[in-house]
């Protein structure tokens, strides 16, 4: 008889059994054979040169899909909300001006992470479904005067694709940082950092990319690095300080890597193997084949007699696909009868979207 309070659970003596599903929602994806096998390989220090040398070929493989050449490049430790929090944290300080572009949940949840900092927080809003254009960007750039101007590239609650260019241009005229959460497009649809004039990019790995979740890769501009590595005050968070995490990723000058925070290595082995699949399909053929397959599923839907949530063809986000749960039907029975029958996730709505089906196609 053991003499400690709290016994061994009973559900952790039982065999762990996980079910194979397929996963259509807006994230995670389903993760291939091979990423997951490279997760499977033996653990080793998040210092050790082999360990450095994964975390250069996954820099190299986050400059090839974000179309960058820049220095300051990384994959952050955690979901795609801790870059989302390492670019807002960073390019901002307390009581200095941000406009977000809100056209569904992530601006919103932007807006809200900016407020915490106590940043001086203006916001665009359009309904959702809707986008912006240059000249109502211009507008608000010129009406607030940002430090930092936010959107969201695939507005996954909506499965809106915002256009980008001329927007980096717009911005460095107001001596402004572009900042694009590219979480749920990366990789499926265009979007070059360097040549569109983005200073801040990131995404996640359990996207288009079809890794595990809990890596994030992060990218940021000469012209962003001037603002982030010259701050008055320090940002909020240790665990996301830039200043520390460039040189965690070798990329500042100092000759020797610090221990900032043990880095998941087992995920880094995944999202090496996802960025090499994406290097070897050609991002061009990946932005086809989403394409290609998104008309199709929308084709098809129509023919079903279903309904896409976006009317404008063109605005169209080819990962993330929403259509109106028809009159009459509650989502929650639809998506649970999809999961019960096929066992295939298609997700509900989120915020604007809450009351039809979100289902995506990576
Ligand atoms: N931004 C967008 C556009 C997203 O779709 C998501 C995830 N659905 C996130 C940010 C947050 O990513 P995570 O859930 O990995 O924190």
Redesign the pocket.
């Known amino acids: 008889m053991s003499s400690l309070c709290v016994l061994p659970p009973e559900c952790l003596l039982q065999p762990f059994t996980v079910p194979q599903r397929l996963m259509l929602g807006?994230?995670p994806s389903n993760v291939p054979a091979r990423i997951t096998a490279a997760g499977a390989q033996p653990i080793l220090g998040h210092l050790h040169a082999e360990t450095i040398e994964i975390m250069n070929q996954i820099k190299s493989g986050i400059q090839y899909a974000f179309q960058t050449q820049n220095r300051v490049t990384l994959a952050v430790s955690g979901?795609?909300?801790?870059a989302?929090e390492c670019a807002i944290f960073n390019s901002l300080e307390h009581g200095e001006s941000v406009l977000i572009a809100i056209n569904g949940i992530?601006g919103e949840r932007a807006a809200e992470i900016a407020e915490r900092i106590g940043a001086k927080v203006n916001t665009l809003v359009t309904s959702a479904g809707g986008y912006f254009t240059n000249e109502e960007i211009e507008q608000a750039l010129d009406k607030y005067r940002p430090v930092v101007f936010f959107l969201?590239h695939?507005?996954?609650s909506t499965g809106v694709v915002h256009p980008i260019d001329g927007i980096g241009d717009l911005c460095h005229k107001y001596n402004c940082l572009f900042l694009v959460?590219s979480?749920?497009a990366l990789g499926g649809t265009p979007i070059c950092m360097d040549e569109q004039g983005i200073d801040i990019m990131y995404t996640?790995s359990?996207?288009v990319l079809n890794a595990p979740?809990g890596t994030?890769p992060i990218s940021f501009s000469e012209r962003a690095c001037q603002k982030i590595f010259n701050r008055r005050t320090k940002p909020i968070s240790y665990f996301l300080d830039m200043n520390l995490l460039a040189n965690y990723w070798g990329c500042d000058d100092k000759p020797v890597r610090a221990y900032h925070h043990t880095g998941p290595v087992t995920s880094f082995y995944g999202l090496r193997e996802s960025l090499a699949i994406l290097a070897e399909t050609g991002l061009e053929n990946s932005w086809k084949r989403h394409k290609e397959v998104a008309e199709y599923f929308h084709k098809g839907l129509g023919e079903m007699g279903l309904k896409l949530f976006v009317q404008d063809k063109k605005a169209r986000l080819p990962t993330v696909t929403t259509i109106v749960a028809p009159p009459g039907y509650d989502w929650r029975e639809i998506t649970g009868y999809i999961m019960k029958t096929y066992n295939m996730e298609i997700s509900g709505g989120l915020g604007p979207s809450a009351g039809m089906v979100r289902s995506s196609w990576f």
């Open positions: 807006p994230g979901p795609g909300h801790a989302m992530w969201t695939g507005e996954s959460d979480v749920a996640g359990q996207k979740p994030a």
